[in-house]
């Protein structure tokens, strides 16, 4: 498996009106994303999980920590960047309401990123403005039309097809769904599988609806805080939760039948709300809501523990001892 | 590959169709919008066509006929006349002319001026010269527009070309200001941004991405100002500082007939009456155009 998006303690903070007072929107955060995979990142709202996704793509420059691209350093803001990495990582925005520009036909929306990677024009243009529109299954005669002349699903997908306008083979998907209605999630969802089928595409998929990332992600990471508190592959993280905070996350996850009931882990009330990114607790950022905290979660920072291969977390639970011990397995059986 | 071709052109004009329509039914749905733009067409034919329109077109130029000075209104002269014998409704309508040049011109001045001013300012906001030239805008805000061009055309020779510079420049930071703001709301929209990841230059993006989404209201302020730029250069003729006679200009003719105030009423508040109705006749106008522009979308 070749690494495509590789983040090392990427650390992105942003200055308040009082000095010397940050948010830390993202802390130290490292992922590697491989070729054609589906990486998810989950996390509450204010978790950092977008800020994470807009640095990726250049729209912040991250404060310390690097990003590589195929093994090319992207760390710095969209400006720096050159065109065809431009060309290669592109973004879908959450609400196309807002991500398409009112004032412009969808030829045109879609032909900007033609234009300038491409240098396409007139007729060649129309051509190939008519041929995405086939990939996210529009109809031909939506050339013409506004954006306020089509519904929210379809404006998602004219949105999709500015993006694989360049041809990308990186794509960041910002929530695409969540501000759309329920039934126009499963076709918006449907599209992109088969569109990474299709053009063996990356994704980088920031959500916070973890039952959608069971069926489309191959590897998650889970934000809380500006940190990623476990990552892993889907299976495992959903067969076998370690961290309490993923615990909680799934425990919430609201189900309809008791056979769905019976496959997730023990029931953890969810307590409180995320506590804000200028102020994070000492120690483990989620001792304030976290079951099992001891005095240590309260002072000491957890470190990261691999308790598989390929699995992260960050939790004083697994590192009782000098390493993953099989104390720590017995202790993870104990509340899990 | 003809057909298909051919059925491209016709639903891209369809589309248009379809868009005019609906904007004209906006537009239309309140009856005073339709009567000022018959007003507005009205005043603008006149204008165009009043050597044909006016009763006495010769009465424009420097004629005197001191027999029939400051007749009242009757069938012969509608509006009167004034204290050299000319038909007032006849210098009235060619009064029209340099009045309605001066709204148009002014505009044309003052709309890309301000435009590209707060588009700059306004998408680069927080730079230096962003800062710079909107605190120089706010200096020619804190003076009014009528206070600055009475001055500034106090310094020029009195010519209806210098009088339109002199508003020209009393007027473009009220569009600075317009385009200013609502380009800083815009400028974090997601579609703005997404042209900034494509690479789309920043001229392209501040021209072509955010511009045409303030066309609206720039119209609507257009129509508007229209009236108001040409009270101003009324203003700027009553006190002597526009078009010199023997050419109408309706702030000349208001303040030649206050001298004969009120026994002949007419020679003033005839031309006087005429400035209100454009305004009125623009204010309307602009009103159908704010309907036609910004709702129902």
Redo the contacts between chains.
């Keep these: 498996m070749q690494t495509i998006l590789k983040v090392q303690n990427l650390k992105k903070y942003f200055p308040t009106k009082k000095k010397g007072v940050y948010v830390k929107a993202v802390d130290e955060i490292s992922f590697d994303i491989f070729e054609q995979d589906v990486f998810a990142l989950v996390g509450e709202s204010g978790s950092g999980k977008s800020t994470t996704a807009y640095t990726v793509v250049g729209m912040y420059e991250p404060t310390s920590g690097k990003i590589f691209y195929k093994n090319f350093d992207i760390s710095y803001g969209v400006d720096k960047r050159p065109l065809k990495l431009k060309q290669e990582i592109q973004i879908v925005f959450q609400d196309p309401g807002t991500s398409l520009n009112p004032s412009k036909t969808v030829l045109q929306i879609i032909g900007a990123p033609l234009t300038i990677h491409k240098k396409l024009r007139g007729k060649s243009l129309i051509e190939e403005v008519l041929k995405l529109l086939e990939m996210v299954e529009l109809p031909s005669d939506y050339l013409y039309k506004l954006p306020r002349d089509i519904g929210g699903g379809e404006k998602q997908l004219i949105a999709i097809a500015r993006a694989l306008a360049p041809q990308p083979s990186f794509i960041v998907l910002d929530e695409p769904t969540s501000a759309l209605d329920v039934s126009i999630q499963a076709k918006i969802i449907k599209t992109l599988l088969r569109l990474k089928e299709e053009l063996k595409l990356t994704y980088l998929f920031i959500t916070h609806d973890l039952s959608l990332v069971r069926n489309i992600s191959n590897r998650i990471a889970i934000m809380y805080l500006g940190k990623i508190v476990e990552q892993g592959p889907t299976d495992r993280i959903f067969s076998d939760p370690a961290h309490p905070y993923t615990q909680m996350l799934l425990s919430s996850i609201p189900v309809l039948t008791k056979d769905e009931e019976a496959l997730k882990p023990k029931h953890i009330e969810s307590t409180g709300e995320i506590p804000s990114p200028v102020n994070v607790p000492p120690g483990c950022p989620f001792h304030t809501r976290c079951p099992f905290a001891k005095q240590i979660c309260r002072e000491k920072e957890p470190p990261y523990v691999e308790i598989e291969p390929g699995r992260i977390v960050r939790c004083h639970l697994f590192s009782n001892g000098t390493d993953g011990s099989s104390k720590d397995e017995e202790e993870v059986q104990t509340w899990s | 590959m003809y057909n298909e ?1 051919a059925s ?1 052109v016709l ?2 004009r ?3 169709r379809d ?1 005019i329509k609906r904007a004209w039914y906006r537009f239309s749905r309140h009856k005073l919008s339709i009567v000022g733009l018959i007003m507005v067409l009205s005043i603008v034919f006149i204008a165009i066509f009043a050597p044909y329109v006016a009763p006495y077109p010769e009465h424009a130029g420097p004629y005197v006929d001191f027999g029939s000075a400051c007749e009242p209104p009757s069938l012969a002269h509608p509006f009167g006349t004034d204290a050299m014998g000319r038909d007032i409704l006849s210098r009235v309508f060619f009064a029209f002319r340099d009045a309605l040049l001066m709204g148009i011109v002014v505009l044309i001045i003052v709309v890309p001026i301000g435009s590209t001013v707060g588009l700059i300012g306004g998408y680069f906001e927080g730079k230096w010269f962003s800062t710079l030239i909107m605190r120089i805008t706010d200096v020619f805000l804190a003076i009014p527009p009528l206070v600055l061009a009475l001055a500034i055309a106090a310094l020029l020779r009195p010519t209806l070309l210098n009088s339109m510079m002199a508003v020209s420049v009393s007027w473009w930071p009220w569009y600075a200001r317009l385009v200013y703001g609502m380009t800083i709301s815009l400028k974090n ?3 703005v ?8 230059n920043k001229f392209k993006i501040m021209f072509s ?1 955010i511009l ?2 303030h ?1 609206g209201p720039i119209l609507t302020k257009m129509t508007l100002d229209m009236g108001w730029v040409i009270l101003t250069g009324a203003s700027l003729s009553f006190v002597g500082l526009g078009e010199q006679p023997p050419t109408p200009a309706l702030g000349t003719m208001v303040s030649d007939g206050a001298k004969y105030l009120p026994t002949y009423w007419w020679i003033s508040v005839f031309p006087a009456l005429m400035i209100v109705v454009i305004i009125l006749a623009f204010n309307l106008l602009g009103d159908g155009v704010r309907e036609m522009l910004t709702s129902g ?1």
Excluded: T
């Excluded at chain 2, 941004?193 to 789309?200: H, N, P, T, V």
């Design positions: 071709e491209m639903l891209a369809a589309a248009q868009r929209e997601p579609f941004k997404a042209a900034e990841l494509q690479g789309m991405e045409p989404n066309l979308e």
